[in-house]
């Protein structure tokens, strides 16, 4: 029996959807990427690749903030 990891196909519907062109897109549309692109990063963010990409961006953050200083 085959099994898909949901975040893996909502990656790939992501990656299907935004590959298309912004004039071919309705309001409507982009909610629901919006909505789908916010489920998938709730579904990352638990994992160990999600908590090493919040402490990539945290460490940037406080780079760039020290750096304003």
């Known amino acids: 029996m085959l ?3 949901v975040a893996v196909l909502l990656a790939v519907i992501i990656v299907v959807r935004l ?3 912004t004039e071919a897109r309705s309001r409507n549309d982009e909610k629901l990427t919006v909505l789908i692109v916010l ?3 709730l579904l990352v963010a638990p994992t160990s690749f999600g908590q090493g990409v919040l402490d990539v961006v945290g ?3 406080s780079g760039i903030t020290d ?3």
Do not use: E, I, P
Request: overall charge positive; glycine content about 6%; hydrophobic content about 40%.
């Open 3 to 5: 099994t898909v990891n």
């Open 19 to 21: 590959r298309r062109r």
């Open 67 to 69: 750096a304003s200083r």
């Open 59 to 61: 460490q940037l953050a």
């Open 39 to 41: 489920v998938f990063g």
